[in-house]
């Protein structure tokens, strides 16, 4: 997730052909690495406004609000800290408030 974003689409489109909805949302939309850190929060470090965006997008067509608030949004890692929290951290809060805002949506 760390760079290539044509990869990631490319991944998504190989997951929707092969994977089950369910094994999508555990595996790629909500998955955590050996810190507790799913690709949401990954992007929202890295400041990767494109696979944020997707992920959003994704996000909203496979789990309901309560997993995207829950797990996606405000999801915790081992420390506590949330995509939030690292976000401000690193200076890229503006693409979390962009795709936050969409929560009054769902």
Do not use: C
């Not at 992920?55 to 949004?73: D, F, Q, R």
């Amino acid at each position: 997730m760390r760079g290539n974003s044509e990869i990631f689409k490319k991944l998504w489109e190989w997951a929707k052909e092969n994977l089950t909805p369910e094994e999508i949302n555990n595996i790629l939309l909500l998955s955590t690495d050996k810190k507790g850190m799913t690709a949401w929060r990954i992007a929202a470090e890295e400041g990767n406004s494109e696979i944020l965006q997707k992920l959003w997008e994704w996000a909203k067509e496979n789990l309901t609000p309560e997993k995207i608030n829950n797990k996606l949004l405000l999801g915790t890692v081992k420390y506590g800290t949330t995509a939030w929290h690292v976000a401000a951290e690193e200076g890229n809060s503006e693409i979390l408030q962009n795709h936050g805002s969409g929560l009054k949506r769902i």
